[in-house]
């Protein structure tokens, strides 16, 4: 029963599915299939599936789990000897098997039938040693993706969600993770009503228990055993080092921390960084926005700041980080593994997707939109869908890496000759025809479409660049609204038609720091959204901004409670004591008191505290110690 439920409810995979049946068949020659993508993104799911289609053509079947197999070379040739003459054998957490791969692909080319077919699945992708000596003949890579926002639907309509309302909400939030989906159409039990603050599902639809519940699957109890500093700032920061855990927690021993981090399960190098798993990221951000909203403006804001310095000193491409702190969805860039969609350069076939989708084949323009395909690839952007389909196409480019032919064509000619009679012909970006192939209804792919796009522009058409102005020409701008946030405006003098269509541009200046700078701008205008009241002292909230910069000399040293002279150290040195003297005002003798003062004085203040520190040693739950300790902050203000 358990098993056609399962059957009943499992979705997509269909080109994934095929290429395996082929080779368990015979059909191909390919043996060796590597699945992988990150937890939660239904790699189980799809085993389960290739096993049930395998059973279900006479196949014989060996399933093994990675974590049972004796981690030793002869518990592993063991095990694989069970599939000596299975049709097909299958290998779940095969990460587990990392120490053993070489053994293990010995085995698999020593110890099976040459026709048995092996589907190996983990998170991480095969090294270079399963395409050696010949096996690249006989393997290929299957990258698992988040499934697209028809198969999420039909993945929620099988759990009975179907409430437009809900089922957006869930798209949004789970972003094409199986896992996140089933999680979410398990809780609702039933449409959730939006609260009334902000239109969105309550919290028993997508708040604590949500969260909770991605938490429990995905991170279990090892997340737990991580300094919670050091977590509160991977999960708003895409991705952490020794630097920036450096900058966003000053004077703060993040060594320890780090090395935690980088040995979770949910956790990914990318380079000399650590991400956490997507789900993971957003369910511990989530909570700590509910629990700490200030502490959260905080990491943000020196995360932000931080990420400004790295994109404009060392990578633009940096910009991509600092845009994914920004909280508007129609700003917010998306492009990461766990995306719907993903970036791309023109690939053969698109140009005849755009033939049976657009009327316009015919016409002079779309034959100019061909010859930037077909000529200038690098110029162009296409984005697809998780399953490789293509979902848009744009040409997108420098204007001083503009071919010459483009300064006779109308879309970009008349925008050429403006940047250079205005002298930005250095720092100019242009983009034109955008085609979007996706369902206009669908308002949540057609979003994701234009921010994967704009994200894939960053790093295949800008590069190294970082531009300041952003030039975007299209038949109609008068009905998209996402371009408002970004400062666009119209630039009447380059309407212009011809005989086929009329076109408008509107352009944008981001400033001398360009992306990165109109970027950091948005985070901090977005968080300093929440302002406190004008009646609030001033004086308390300098000391409160001291205090939570109580390590950092340069931050202290430009405190309005700073003296105006001297060096920075002894400025700063001025403004703790000032801190430690309010400290004495606002906390009486009592208990109470005495507790709340503990809090700010371990969390801030003492080199070998922390928010997991104080919280520990006062003896509370995450949320309790977060109240209490917003409670203490509040009265520093207060007494100030």
Same mark, same amino acid.
Not at 152 to 169: F, N, S
Not at 312 to 341: K, Q, W
Not at 439 to 451: L, N, Q, W
């Given at each position: 029963?358990?098993?056609?439920?399962?059957?009943?409810?499992?979705?997509?995979?269909?080109?994934?599915?095929?290429?395996?049946?082929?080779?368990?068949?015979?059909?191909?020659?390919?043996?060796?299939?590597?699945?992988?993508?990150?937890?939660?993104?239904?790699?189980?799911?799809?085993?389960?599936?290739?096993?049930?289609?395998?059973?279900?053509?006479?196949?014989?079947?060996?399933?093994?789990?990675?974590?049972?197999?004796?981690?030793?070379?002869?518990?592993?040739?063991?095990?694989?000897?069970?599939?000596?003459?299975?049709?097909?054998?299958?290998?779940?957490?095969?990460?587990?098997?990392?120490?053993?791969?070489?053994?293990?692909?010995?085995?698999?080319?020593?110890?099976?039938?040459?026709?048995?077919?092996?589907?190996?699945?983990?998170?991480?992708?095969?090294?270079?040693?399963?395409?050696?000596?010949?096996?690249?003949?006989?393997?290929?890579?299957?990258?698992?993706?988040?499934?697209?926002?028809?198969?999420?639907?039909?993945?929620?309509?099988?759990?009975?969600?179907?409430?437009?309302?809900?089922?957006?909400?869930?798209?949004?939030?789970?972003?094409?993770?199986?896992?996140?989906?089933?999680?979410?159409?398990?809780?609702?039990?039933?449409?959730?009503?939006?609260?009334?603050?902000?239109?969105?599902?309550?919290?028993?639809?997508?708040?604590?228990?949500?969260?909770?519940?991605?938490?429990?699957?995905?991170?279990?109890?090892?997340?737990?055993?991580?300094?919670?500093?050091?977590?509160?700032?991977?999960?708003?920061?895409?991705?952490?080092?020794?630097?920036?855990?450096?900058?966003?927690?000053?004077?703060?021993?993040?060594?320890?921390?780090?090395?935690?981090?980088?040995?979770?399960?949910?956790?990914?190098?990318?380079?000399?960084?650590?991400?956490?798993?997507?789900?993971?990221?957003?369910?511990?951000?989530?909570?700590?926005?509910?629990?700490?909203?200030?502490?959260?403006?905080?990491?943000?804001?020196?995360?932000?700041?931080?990420?400004?310095?790295?994109?404009?000193?060392?990578?633009?491409?940096?910009?991509?980080?600092?845009?994914?702190?920004?909280?508007?969805?129609?700003?917010?860039?998306?492009?990461?593994?766990?995306?719907?969609?993903?970036?791309?350069?023109?690939?053969?076939?698109?140009?005849?997707?755009?033939?049976?989708?657009?009327?316009?084949?015919?016409?002079?323009?779309?034959?100019?939109?061909?010859?930037?395909?077909?000529?200038?690839?690098?110029?162009?952007?296409?984005?697809?869908?998780?399953?490789? &389909? @293509? !979902? =848009?196409?744009?040409?997108?480019?420098?204007?001083? $890496?503009? /071919?010459?032919?483009? *300064?006779?064509?109308? +879309?970009?000619?008349?925008?050429?000759?403006?940047?250079?009679?205005?002298?930005?012909? &250095? @720092? !100019? =970006?242009?983009?034109?025809?955008?085609?979007?192939? $996706?369902? /206009?209804?669908?308002? *949540?792919?057609?979003? +994701?479409?234009?921010?994967?796009?704009?994200?894939?522009?960053?790093?295949?058409?800008?590069?190294?660049?970082?531009?300041?102005?952003?030039?975007?020409?299209?038949?109609?701008?008068?009905?998209?609204?996402?371009?408002?946030?970004?400062?666009?405006?119209?630039?009447?003098?380059?309407?212009?038609?011809?005989?086929?269509?009329?076109?408008?541009?509107?352009?944008?200046?981001?400033?001398?720091?360009?992306?990165?700078?109109?970027?950091?701008?948005?985070?901090?205008?977005?968080?300093?959204?929440?302002?406190?009241?004008?009646?609030?002292?001033?004086?308390?909230?300098?000391?409160?901004?001291?205090?939570?910069?109580?390590?950092?000399?340069?931050?202290?040293?430009?405190?309005?409670?700073?003296?105006?002279?001297?060096?920075?150290?002894?400025?700063?040195?001025?403004?703790?004591?000032?801190?430690?003297?309010?400290?004495?005002?606002?906390?009486?003798?009592?208990?109470?008191?005495?507790?709340?003062?503990?809090?700010?004085?371990?969390?801030?203040?003492?080199?070998?505290?922390?928010?997991?520190?104080?919280?520990?040693?006062?003896?509370?739950?995450?949320?309790?110690?977060?109240?209490?300790?917003?409670?203490?902050?509040?009265?520093?203000?207060?007494?100030?």
């Amino acid at each position: 029963m358990a098993d056609q439920l399962d059957a009943e409810r499992f979705v997509g995979r269909t080109r994934t599915l095929a290429l395996i049946g082929d080779g368990i068949s015979g059909r191909s020659s390919t043996r060796i299939f590597h699945v992988h993508g990150p937890g939660g993104v239904g790699k189980s799911a799809l085993l389960r599936a290739v096993e049930r289609e395998a059973r279900a053509d006479g196949r014989s079947v060996v399933h093994l789990d990675g974590r049972l197999v004796p981690p030793t070379p002869d518990g592993l040739a063991g095990e694989v000897a069970r599939a000596a003459e299975a049709d097909l054998l299958i290998i779940d957490e095969a990460d587990e098997l990392i120490p053993l791969r070489f053994e293990l692909r010995q085995l698999l080319r020593t110890a099976l039938s040459a026709s048995t077919a092996v589907v190996l699945a983990g998170r991480a992708a095969p090294g270079r040693e399963w395409f050696d000596a010949g096996l690249d003949q006989v393997s290929a890579e299957l990258v698992v993706r988040p499934l697209d926002n028809t198969e999420g639907r039909d993945l929620l309509g099988r759990y009975g969600v179907t409430e437009a309302a809900a089922v957006d909400q869930l798209l949004t939030w789970a972003a094409g993770y199986p896992l996140a989906l089933t999680v979410g159409a398990n809780l609702l039990g039933a449409p959730p009503e939006p609260t009334p603050s902000n239109g969105r599902m309550g919290a028993a639809a997508t708040g604590d228990g949500l969260d909770d519940l991605i938490l429990a699957r995905l991170g279990g109890r090892e997340i737990a055993d991580v300094d919670p500093d050091v977590l509160d700032v991977a999960c708003v920061a895409p991705a952490v080092d020794a630097r920036l855990l450096a900058a966003v927690l000053p004077g703060r021993p993040t060594r320890s921390g780090l090395a935690q981090l980088r040995a979770l399960s949910v956790s990914e190098q990318l380079g000399s960084r650590t991400t956490l798993h997507r789900l993971v990221r957003s369910a511990l951000r989530s909570r700590l926005k509910q629990s700490d909203p200030d502490r959260y403006r905080t990491i943000v804001l020196r995360v932000a700041g931080h990420l400004r310095q790295r994109a404009l000193t060392e990578d633009p491409m940096v910009a991509l980080e600092l845009a994914s702190l920004i909280e508007n969805p129609e700003v917010r860039l998306g492009f990461d593994a766990s995306t719907s969609h993903y970036a791309d350069f023109p690939r053969p076939g698109d140009i005849e997707d755009l033939i049976a989708f657009s009327d316009h084949a015919d016409t002079a323009w779309f034959a100019r939109f061909r010859r930037w395909c077909e000529e200038q690839p690098r110029q162009v952007i296409a984005v697809r869908r998780a399953t490789g &389909e @293509l !979902a =848009a196409m744009s040409v997108i480019c420098m204007a001083s $890496e503009m /071919p010459a032919w483009a *300064a006779d064509a109308i +879309e970009t000619g008349p925008f050429l000759r403006h940047v250079r009679e205005h002298g930005q012909f &250095e @720092l !100019a =970006a242009h983009m034109h025809d955008t085609i979007i192939l $996706e369902d /206009p209804t669908d308002v *949540a792919a057609c979003a +994701e479409v234009i921010r994967v796009g704009n994200a894939g522009a960053m790093v295949g058409a800008f590069g190294t660049r970082n531009p300041r102005y952003m030039y975007c020409t299209a038949s109609s701008w008068l009905t998209f609204d996402g371009t408002k946030p970004l400062g666009y405006e119209e630039v009447a003098e380059l309407r212009r038609a011809d005989d086929e269509r009329e076109l408008q541009t509107i352009m944008s200046d981001f400033g001398p720091d360009g992306v990165a700078g109109q970027m950091y701008a948005i985070v901090l205008a977005e968080q300093q959204a929440e302002a406190p009241p004008s009646d609030t002292n001033p004086t308390g909230l300098a000391l409160l901004d001291a205090v939570r910069a109580f390590h950092d000399d340069a931050a202290l040293a430009a405190s309005s409670l700073a003296p105006a002279d001297g060096p920075d150290a002894a400025r700063a040195a001025a403004v703790r004591a000032q801190v430690e003297d309010a400290l004495v005002v606002a906390f009486g003798d009592g208990e109470a008191d005495q507790r709340l003062r503990q809090a700010i004085e371990r969390t801030y203040l003492d080199p070998d505290g922390g928010h997991g520190i104080a919280q520990r040693e006062l003896h509370m739950s995450r949320s309790s110690f977060y109240r209490h300790l917003q409670k203490a902050r509040q009265q520093l203000v207060d007494r100030s």
